[in-house]
């Protein structure tokens, strides 16, 4: 009982390995289908979702309403990953759930020189500017992984395994995920789910919260859900409320604790007085 | 019949993982052997070869004969080592110094930093912070000297094959990982990609045997017929011929030797 996370630097690439993978395994593949249903609830457009998940032109800087859509976004595929045995492809999986020790997080490397030369047949420019422009591609979704996410994904260090198609073939390449995956240091313990639930039950409070209280970071541990808010404003009180009451409708929520922070301290170094 | 290269990191593990996978595929395992290697055949001292291919060149330095000459004598001993294919490569820069050749698998091995801090204090003692001072430096100092001798990052995965982080896999498991991809017939030598690494080990020791007096030059090989590259004046040009026609006796292998003065070295050349 395991899933796996496949993010590639060539989506189709990406979304065929995975597919390869969900049907060596039996396991159920999570990736278009999911982004659709979300496109449906949230009313923003599926190439909205592709721009701000990096697969479709420069990556954009994060915005309120596009982070509401990430959100949605992140609370379907966690509540999804509850159920185990899934292949996700791409979605920016790789990059929201982390530490959660039964996924298995892979990265698909396609042939550099391969791609430059489609993209410089696409586009009738030379393979020098092809090149570049693929260069330039890969530090924008640096930044934007490092800005939105945190984490860096063009570092390998952000996968358990990295694996360039330039040399290995795709079959290989699925044998190789699918043995792995088979191993029983992935399979599910009640720890690794227990992260995984405390990681979707975030997700869920903070996709409610995200249209009225954008800023507020969420974390949480056995149902206890845990706000950390920027800074005291006026009507705190009346804030505190409203938000421990929208939070405590949520489901899975036993208890809310609300924490502050000036702007300029950082969630580890957080006034734990509570409120 | 495949070369292996692991590029590692320093307690990475991945001199285990060398070791393992050359046991477990009755492959020859080495690293430091092509330094005593060149250190033997071009009468060089070790340290000096150690400090050529580990310490990041500073400005004044990058471009000084002797950094040039010592990385023509590793990469010769390399080239001259691999050749003989079924070999575990894990000393510096395997995957630059074997680039173009097919039948050579890449593999980057990175480990959790906490458990390399963990490592390293164990061995050399002191506290967490000086561990991971020591080892960023050291990982700083590798990469510097890939960047400014290659113009490649050597943390960059696309130069690999495979890239396994020691962390949730075991070394064992890394074991297994790539003796099943090298399994796969890309990575067998065929007599084109064998031809290739002959042709490459020839233009490495060409290399090798004029880096000294005529550091500027670019060497390629194929089939046997080496083209040596110069960029500089006619009076240049003849003397390197001159040096160039007793090569064919010192080194075996050689079909013809031409020399091409003025011309700027094409891509893939040593």
Not at chain 1, 128 to 147: K, P
Not at chain 1, 184 to 197: A, D, I, P, W
Not at chain 1, 209 to 218: K, N
Not at chain 1, 256 to 264: C, F, K, R, S, Y
Request: proline share 3%; charged share 25%.
């Amino acid at each position: 009982m395991t899933s796996i996370l496949i993010s590639s630097d060539n989506p189709s690439m990406g979304k065929a390995i995975a597919r390869q993978v969900g049907e060596a395994l039996g396991y159920d593949l999570v990736g278009d289908a999911l982004l659709s249903e979300v496109v449906g609830t949230t009313g923003i457009s599926k190439r909205d979702f592709e721009k701000a998940l990096g697969l479709e032109g420069p990556p954009p800087r994060p915005g309120r309403g596009m982070g509401a859509g990430l959100v949605a976004l992140q609370a379907a595929l966690t509540e999804r990953l509850l159920g185990d045995n899934l292949v996700v492809d791409g979605l920016g999986a790789h990059l929201h759930v982390r530490g959660v020790s039964h996924i298995l997080t892979i990265r698909i490397l396609a042939d550099f020189r391969s791609r430059a030369h489609h993209l410089a047949v696409d586009r009738k420019i030379s393979p020098r500017a092809a090149r570049r422009l693929l260069e330039r591609r890969e530090r924008q979704i640096q930044q934007w992984s490092l800005s939105v996410f945190g984490v860096d994904e063009t570092n390998p260090s952000t996968y358990d395994m990295v694996i360039n198609l330039g040399n290995i073939d795709e079959e290989r390449a699925v044998k190789t995920i699918a043995d792995t995956a088979g191993d029983r240091k992935f399979v599910s313990m009640t720890y690794s789910m227990k992260c995984l639930e405390n990681l979707a039950l975030a997700d869920r409070v903070r996709a409610r919260l995200v249209a009225d209280f954008p800023g507020v970071e969420v974390g949480a541990e056995d149902g206890v859900v845990k706000l950390l808010l920027a800074k005291r404003w006026f009507g705190w009180q009346r804030t505190v409320e409203t938000l421990r009451e929208t939070v405590g409708k949520v489901p899975g929520v036993d208890g809310v604790e609300i924490h502050t922070a000036p702007l300029t301290k950082r969630e580890g170094e957080a006034d734990m007085t509570g409120s | 019949m495949t070369i292996i290269t692991i590029s590692r990191g320093s307690y990475s593990r991945g001199k285990e993982v060398a070791e393992k996978t050359a046991e477990r595929l009755g492959y020859e395992c080495f690293s430091r052997d092509v330094l005593l290697e060149a250190s033997e055949h071009f009468h060089i001292p070790e340290i000096k070869l150690v400090r050529a291919i580990h310490d990041a060149p500073t400005l004044l330095n990058r471009f000084t004969l002797n950094r040039k000459s010592y990385i023509a004598y590793i990469q010769s001993a390399l080239t001259n080592h691999v050749k003989k294919d079924n070999v575990v490569y894990h000393g510096l820069a395997g995957h630059v110094l074997l680039k173009g050749i097919d039948h050579v698998l890449k593999v980057r091995i990175i480990a959790d930093i906490n458990d390399r801090v963990a490592q390293e204090v164990k061995r050399e003692g002191g506290t967490g912070e000086e561990a991971l001072r020591r080892l960023v430096s050291d990982d700083q100092e590798r990469r510097k000297w890939t960047q400014s001798l290659y113009g490649v990052d050597p943390w960059d995965p696309a130069l690999y094959d495979l890239v396994i982080h020691i962390h949730r896999f075991s070394a064992d498991d890394a074991v297994e990982m790539i003796c099943a991809a090298v399994g796969k017939e890309r990575f067998k030598a065929t007599p084109v990609s064998g031809q290739r690494m002959a042709d490459l080990a020839l233009a490495c020791g060409v290399k090798a045997a004029i880096v000294d007096a005529f550091p500027d030059c670019a060497v390629a090989c194929e089939y046997g017929n080496i083209v040596i590259y110069t960029r500089k004046d006619d009076r240049h040009t003849h003397k390197l011929e001159q040096r160039v026609k007793s090569l064919s006796s010192e080194l075996e292998g050689i079909n013809t030797l031409e020399v091409h003065g003025g011309v700027v070295p094409p891509d893939g050349v040593v």
